[in-house]
T-cell receptor, first 115, second 116 residues
Framework: GNSVTQMEGPVTLSEEAFLTINCTYT??????LFWYVQYPGEGLQLLLK?????DKGSNKGFEATYRKETTSFHLEKGSVQVSDSAVYFC??????????????FGTGTQLKVEL | EPEVTQTPSHQVTQMGQEVILRCVPI?????FYWYRQILGQKVEFLVS????????KSEIFDDQFSVERPDGSNFTLKIRSTKLEDSAMYFC??????????????FGQGTRLTVV
C-alpha cells in the first residue's frame, strides 16, 4: 500500500541554520506530495505541495522537490527562525473515485529552533 | 480567514463510554474528513464524507465509529464504546471543490481524546 516515511525528530537547530527534513514515499502511480505544518495549539496547515515529478513546491522560504527517481520529497530551508518551530508532516494524496481525496501522512517531525 | 474549528480541545472519557467529537467545517466546503494520530505514530485517515454519506472509510473505522452532519454546519465523529486504544489526537478537515479538483484540505486544531 501507500506509505510515507519521515526522519524522526525532534530536530534541534540554531537560528539561521540550514534545515533538511527527509521524506520518502511508497506509492503506485503518481501521487501529489505535500508538506503540512502544525504550530503549537493550531491545526495542520498546508505549507507547500508538488503535483508531478520534478515540480518544486515553495513557501515561506521552505522548498521541496518531487523526485520520482528517489521517491523523495525532502523539505529544506536555508535559514531557519525560532518561529519555524513546529511539527512538519509529509503526505501524499491520490484522487479517489468520487473525489474523496484522502491524504496519507508520515509520523511528523518536530523541529525546535533555538536562539 | 475561514477556519475549521473543533471542540473540545481535550476530552477525557472512561473506557466503554460514548464520546462525540465536534467539528465546524468551512461553510462552503463539500468534503469532510476525520483523521487521527496516536501518540508517536502516523496521522491516519479514518473517513471521508460527501453529499451526506460516507465516501470512503479505513479499516480503523469499524462499527464503533459513526459520522453525522446533523444540521448542515456541524460534522461529528461518534465513538460508541471507547477503548483505551482510541486515545489519540483526532483531526477534522474540510475541502471545497468538485469531484476531481486540486483543492486544499483545511484542518482543525484537533481534539485530544484520552480514554482511561
Amino acid at each position: 500500500g501507500n506509505s510515507v516515511t519521515q526522519m524522526e525528530g525532534p530536530v534541534t537547530l540554531s537560528e539561521e541554520a540550514f534545515l533538511t527534513i527527509n521524506c520518502t514515499y511508497t506509492a503506485t502511480g503518481y501521487p501529489s506530495l505535500f508538506w503540512y505544518v502544525q504550530y503549537p495549539g493550531e491545526g495542520l496547515q498546508l505549507l507547500l505541495k508538488a503535483t508531478k515529478a520534478d515540480d518544486k513546491g515553495s513557501n515561506k522560504g521552505f522548498e521541496a522537490t518531487y523526485r520520482k527517481e528517489t521517491t523523495s520529497f525532502h523539505l529544506e530551508k536555508g535559514s531557519v527562525q525560532v518561529s519555524d518551530s513546529a511539527v512538519y508532516f509529509c503526505a501524499l494524496r491520490y484522487i479517489l473515485t468520487g473525489g474523496g481525496n484522502k491524504l496519507t501522512f508520515g509520523t511528523g517531525t518536530q523541529l525546535k529552533v533555538e536562539l | 480567514e475561514p477556519e475549521v474549528t473543533q471542540t473540545p480541545s481535550h476530552q477525557v472519557t472512561q473506557m466503554g463510554q460514548e464520546v462525540i467529537l465536534r467539528c465546524v467545517p468551512i461553510s462552503n466546503h463539500l468534503y469532510f474528513y476525520w483523521y487521527r494520530q496516536i501518540l508517536g505514530q502516523k496521522v491516519e485517515f479514518l473517513v471521508s464524507f460527501y453529499n451526506n454519506e460516507i465516501s470512503e472509510k479505513s479499516e480503523i473505522f469499524d462499527d464503533q465509529f459513526s459520522v453525522e452532519r446533523p444540521d448542515g454546519s456541524n460534522f461529528t465523529l461518534k465513538i460508541r464504546s471507547t477503548k483505551l486504544e482510541d486515545s489519540a489526537m483526532y483531526f477534522c478537515a474540510s475541502r471545497g471543490g468538485g469531484v476531481v479538483a486540486d483543492t486544499e484540505a483545511f484542518f482543525g486544531q484537533g481534539t485530544r481524546l484520552t480514554v482511561v
